[in-house]
C-alpha cells in the first residue's frame, strides 16, 4: 500500500485590524442597539392614542419641561443628595454589622449551624411586604428608610465574607500556626485581606441594592423633604410626567454610579495583586 | 559549616505513630535521630506519610503515639507551595514570620533585603508574588524562613512543582544555603536523586502505615557540584537506595 503525503503550505499571519476599524466594531453595535431601542420607544409612542401619550413623553417635551428649566436641575440634584444619603447611612449600618456576624460565623462553627438558616429565611422575606410594619414601629422620619436599606443590602456581606474567609489558602494558615499566632492575628493579616476581594464582590451588588432600596423606601413616606423616590410619586400626582422621566434617568444615573464607584475602588484594591487583576505577568 | 557539638541531637522521632481520628494509621514506629548539622531526607511512594511527618515534627498535626524532641521555637518550614501571601510584595512577604514574632520594624526590614539578596532576589524586593516565576516565589519562601535564622528547617516537597532545570538550580542554591547556616535539615521528597544529592543521611519510608525501613549514609564531600550527579558512585548509590524503595513495596503487596 503506498502511503499518500500532502503538503500543508504555511498560512501568513493576518495583518493587524486598522484602528479606525477595531473602533467601529466595538462602539457600532451597542449603539446601533440604542438607536433601536429609540425607534421603537419613538414607535410605541405613536400608536398610542393621542389623550395616553404622556406616558411616554418625547425628547423635546423631556428637555423643555425637565433637563432644561434649572429649578427641576436643582430638584434633581437635592434629591438625589437625599436618596444617596439614605443609601449611604444604610450601608453604614449593614456592612459592618455583616462583617462582624460573617466573622462570627466563621470564628464559631456554632454561630454558624445558628444563624445561618436564619440568614437564608431573612433573605427569602420580601422587604417589601414588611415596609409597612417598619412605619408603624418607626415612624416616618429618617431611621425607618435607613432600616430598609439595610435589609435591602444586608444579606450578601456576611455570606460572601464567610465564604472569602473560609477559602483562605491552607498553607497561609499553617504558616501562621507554626509561629504561634492566635486568631485576631489570623484573621487580621490572613484572612479579611484573603476574603477582601470576595467580600468586594459582595459589596458592588449591595451598593447598587442600596440606591434602589433607598429609593423603594421613599415610595412609601411622602412627608417631609424626600429623595428621587418621592419625586416619581409628587410627579405623577401633579401629572408632571417629564419630571417623573427625569427622576427615573436621575434614579439609574445614581445606582450606575454607586456601582461604578465601588468596581473603581475594587480594582484599585486588588489589581495590583489578585487573580483577577488586570496587570498579569 | 557551623560546628556542632558532638552528637547533640536536633530533632528525635522514638516510636512516632499517627492514627487519624478516621481510623487510618499513617505512621508506625518510626524512629529516627537526628544530630545538629546533619541534612536527612525521607524518601517514600506517594501517600506513606512522609509529609504527616513533617508536620507532626513542626507541631502542626498532634501525634498519637510515641514521642518528638525538637526546639519548636527555632523551626523553619517550607510547604509544597510557596505559600506567599499575594496581597504583599516580596518584601513584606519576607518580613512576616519576623512580623509575627515582634522583631522591630526597622531590624526586619534590613534583615528581609539581607535574605532577599542570599537568595538572589534582589530587585525584586516591590513585586507582587503573580509576578514572580514559580522558582522565584519559592526563593522568597526561602528567604522568609531564612530570615528567623532557624535551628531546624524541615522542607516538606518544596520543589515538586517546579521544572527540572528550575529545580537542579533550586537544590545547588540549597546545599550552598545549608553549608553556610549550617542548620540540621529534613527534607521531603519522592526524587532519590534530589535526596542523595543534598543529605548526609537518606531514610526510605514504607507505604502506608509509614514505616522508615533502611537509613543510607550519603558521605559525598560538601559542595557538592551538578558534575556529581554523573559520578558513577552516584550512580549507584541512587540505584541502591531506588531498590530499598522498591522491596518496601513489594513487601507492603501490589501497588493500588
Not at chain 1, 456601582?259 to 495583586?273: E, I, K, P, T, V
Not at chain 2, 513584606?92 to 520594624?105: I, K, T
Not at chain 2, 503573580?130 to 522568597?140: Q, Y
Not at chain 2, 518544596?158 to 542548620?183: C, Q, S
Request: proline letters at 7%; one cysteine or more.
Amino acid at each position: 500500500m503506498t502511503q499518500t503525503i500532502t503538503a500543508y503550505p504555511p498560512t501568513p499571519p493576518k495583518p493587524p485590524m486598522p484602528v479606525g476599524k477595531r473602533l467601529a466594531l466595538t462602539l457600532l453595535p451597542p449603539l446601533l442597539m440604542g438607536l433601536a431601542l429609540v425607534l421603537l420607544y419613538a414607535g410605541t409612542r405613536a400608536q398610542l392614542p393621542e389623550h395616553r401619550q404622556f406616558l411616554m413623553p418625547g425628547a423635546s417635551d423631556l428637555w423643555v419641561q425637565a433637563f432644561s428649566r434649572p429649578d427641576v436641575l436643582a430638584e434633581l440634584g437635592a434629591r438625589a443628595a437625599v436618596t444617596l444619603s439614605i443609601a449611604v447611612v444604610g450601608l453604614a449600618i449593614s456592612i459592618p454589622l455583616g462583617m462582624g456576624i460573617g466573622i462570627l460565623m466563621f470564628r464559631l462553627k456554632v454561630m454558624e449551624r445558628a444563624a445561618f438558616p436564619y440568614l437564608v429565611a431573612l433573605q427569602s422575606i420580601p422587604v417589601l411586604a414588611i415596609i409597612p410594619l417598619i412605619q408603624s414601629a418607626f415612624g416616618f422620619g429618617f431611621l425607618p428608610k435607613v432600616l430598609i436599606v439595610a435589609l435591602f443590602t444586608f444579606f450578601s456581606i456576611p455570606t460572601t465574607l464567610l465564604l472569602g474567609l473560609k477559602s483562605v489558602d491552607r498553607g497561609i494558615i499553617d504558616l501562621f500556626r507554626l509561629q504561634g499566632a492566635g486568631w485576631q492575628v489570623i484573621l487580621w493579616k490572613a484572612g479579611l485581606p484573603s476574603a477582601a476581594p470576595a467580600l468586594f464582590a459582595g459589596l458592588r451588588i449591595s451598593a447598587g441594592l442600596a440606591v434602589i432600596g433607598a429609593i423603594v423606601s421613599e415610595l412609601f413616606f411622602l412627608a417631609g423633604r424626600g429623595g428621587l423616590g418621592q419625586m416619581l410619586i409628587n410627579s405623577k400626582i401633579d401629572f408632571k410626567y417629564e419630571q417623573m422621566y427625569a427622576a427615573l434617568i436621575a434614579s439609574s444615573a445614581l445606582s450606575i454610579g454607586v456601582y461604578l464607584f465601588f468596581a473603581w475602588l475594587g480594582n484599585r484594591l486588588f489589581s495590583d495583586w489578585h487573580e483577577s487583576g488586570g496587570k498579569s505577568s | 559549616m557551623t560546628d556542632h557539638p558532638q552528637d547533640q541531637i536536633a530533632l528525635e522521632f522514638d516510636d512516632v505513630s499517627m492514627r487519624f481520628p478516621d481510623g487510618t494509621q499513617a505512621l508506625a514506629d518510626i524512629a529516627l535521630r537526628i544530630r545538629a548539622g546533619e541534612f536527612v531526607s525521607i524518601v517514600g511512594p506517594s501517600g506513606c506519610g512522609k509529609s504527616t511527618l513533617t508536620r507532626i515534627a513542626s507541631g502542626l498535626l498532634p501525634h498519637t503515639g510515641g514521642t518528638v524532641r525538637v526546639d519548636r521555637n527555632n523551626v523553619g518550614f517550607t510547604f509544597q507551595d510557596a505559600t506567599l501571601l499575594p496581597w504583599r510584595k516580596i518584601q513584606g512577604n519576607v518580613e512576616l514570620l519576623m512580623e509575627l514574632r515582634g522583631v522591630p520594624a526597622s531590624t526586619r526590614a534590613a534583615i528581609a533585603r539581607e535574605q532577599i539578596e542570599l537568595v538572589g532576589l534582589k530587585g525584586f524586593e516591590n513585586h507582587y508574588p503573580k509576578r514572580l516565576s514559580g522558582g522565584m516565589r519559592m526563593r522568597a519562601s526561602l528567604a522568609r524562613s531564612l530570615a528567623l535564622d532557624p535551628s531546624v528547617f524541615m522542607f516538606d516537597e518544596p520543589f515538586g512543582a517546579l521544572d527540572e532545570i528550575t529545580r537542579e538550580r533550586l537544590i545547588d542554591e540549597l546545599v550552598d544555603l545549608y553549608m553556610r547556616k549550617g542548620f540540621t535539615g529534613l527534607f521531603i521528597t519522592h526524587s532519590i536523586p534530589e535526596a542523595v544529592y543534598l543529605s548526609t543521611r537518606v531514610a526510605v519510608m514504607s507505604a502506608r502505615p509509614g514505616r522508615i525501613t533502611e537509613t543510607f549514609e550519603i558521605d559525598f564531600p560538601y559542595p557538592r557540584r551538578p558534575e556529581l550527579r554523573f559520578d558513577p558512585r552516584f550512580v549507584e548509590t541512587c540505584n541502591t537506595i531506588s531498590s530499598a524503595l522498591r522491596a518496601t513495596l513489594e513487601t507492603a503487596g501490589p501497588a493500588q
